[in-house]
């Protein structure tokens, strides 16, 4: 399997719809889970498929990426292993950035020559799920498929976001539509299993995740050298041309972080005590940077399906269904709920932790404060008495101190809350 296989994970654009989270990170660099990248998950998958050479194409805020990829995907000098960042470059071919998800491979396709494979698998580095790509690339060797394209059942509602398809008995594609409207619906419905039927999950979606053969992928490239995206151009001209395209149907837990009421759903619903995407499994491991850090402490807090992270000093007194990150810091007296703390990227001193001043405040959360419906990101200072209260009574925008999206308070990284304040 490693040896047939090259792995591309697409970084994504500017992350606008996850902003403010990715006003200093790229998409795939944003935590997750308290103390994950986004990166992670499909980085992790791979490794737990045999797959061991793998590339990540990204432009944009791309140094911490760059940073946890280094710090923390380092094979031994037996290996042929690695993964790899290809950053947007100039080339002879191409003056431009990246102008797609199928213009960025094209684009990165030079270097994957340098190894021996017969196959590219290509994988989107903003969703949050756990398959083994080797199921997928025995459909796609059993069904002798030039392309295979992964899906999943979807609601009407969320059938708009993405490509939709039909399919035959034998789960050849036979027709795809790139985010159909909701008037064209009708006529896009598929045959799928139980459960998905009774939960009205009639649409057959593409999932973001491929399988093209080498040549086939270059071919397709020299035939269509202006188009830039795989959803919108070239699987359709894959469909329409004749090209053998399967669909690879997943029944397992799979989401989409592309907004923030996704990112912040996903994220709370690992709280749960044995979420649909399971961290405790000994054969799906989530692999991510080892930072080596102390155990967390908790004093007189009450929890209640909360997930917590490493190196956190916790005297809260409740935290409830919330994601607490690494080296999080809450004072006496507060009260979490409903929230992600994302933490902090290193631990201050101790003369600043007993001597915080508004100058030089000290990371975390202070004491007596209400923080509720909230994502809390890196590196925050939240002064004493403050109340932070989330949800559907408050409009979109950018204030102060905060962002709102979809109800949900953001609080961006390395901001500063002073005291008593309400939001």
């Not at 939240?382 to 709102?404: A, S, T």
Request: charged content about 25%; aromatic content about 10%.
């Amino acid at each position: 399997m490693k040896s047939s296989v090259v792995a591309v994970i697409l970084g994504g654009g500017r992350g606008t719809r996850l902003f403010p989270l990715t006003d200093q990170r790229s998409k795939p660099a944003v935590p997750v889970g308290g103390k994950y990248r986004l990166v992670d998950i499909p980085i992790s998958n791979c490794l737990n498929s045999d797959i061991r050479r793998i590339y990540v194409l990204t432009q944009f805020n791309s140094a911490s990426l760059n940073r946890h990829i280094k710090n923390t995907y380092n094979f031994d000098v037996f290996s042929s292993g690695f993964v790899d960042i290809l950053a947007a470059e100039q080339t002879p071919d191409s003056q431009d950035w990246f102008q797609g998800t199928a213009d960025a491979v094209r684009q990165s396709v030079h270097h994957m020559e340098n190894h021996n494979h017969d196959y590219v698998l290509i994988l989107s580095g903003d969703q949050l799920y756990q398959m083994d790509y080797r199921k997928m690339l025995n459909r796609h060797q059993e069904t002798n498929a030039d392309l295979t394209v992964a899906t999943i059942p979807v609601t009407a509602k969320e059938a708009t976001d993405f490509g939709i398809m039909k399919t035959s008995q034998d789960s050849k594609i036979e027709s795809f539509i790139e985010k159909p409207s909701a008037k064209e619906l009708n006529k896009w419905k598929s045959e799928v299993p139980e459960p998905f039927k009774s939960q009205g999950k009639d649409y057959l979606a593409s999932m973001g995740i491929y399988i093209f053969n080498r040549d086939v992928l270059k071919q397709l490239f020299d035939d269509n050298p202006e188009a830039t995206d795989f959803g919108k151009e070239l699987i359709p001209k894959c469909v329409d041309g004749g090209l053998n395209v399967s669909s690879y149907e997943y029944g397992g837990y799979w989401t989409d972080i592309g907004t923030i009421r996704s990112f912040f759903q996903a994220n709370i619903e690992l709280a749960d005590t044995i979420p649909e995407f399971n961290l405790y499994d000994n054969n799906s491991f989530i692999y991510t940077r080892a930072r080596l850090l102390p155990a967390s402490k908790l004093m007189g807090t009450t929890l209640e399906h909360a997930l917590m992270a490493e190196g956190c000093i916790i005297e809260a007194s409740r935290v409830v269904r919330s994601v607490i990150g690494i080296r999080s810091r809450i004072g006496k007296g507060t009260t979490v709920e409903y929230s992600i703390v994302m933490g902090n990227d290193y631990f201050q001193n101790r003369s600043v932790l007993e001597n915080a001043t508004p100058e030089n405040p000290a990371f975390g959360i202070g004491q007596r404060c209400y923080i509720s419906n909230c994502i809390i990101d890196k590196n925050v200072c939240i002064g004493n008495d403050v109340r932070i209260n989330g949800g559907d009574h408050l409009e979109d925008g950018d204030y102060k101190y905060h962002y709102v999206r979809d109800g949900i308070i953001i609080v961006k990284k390395k901001t500063v809350i002073p005291d008593g304040t309400i939001i």
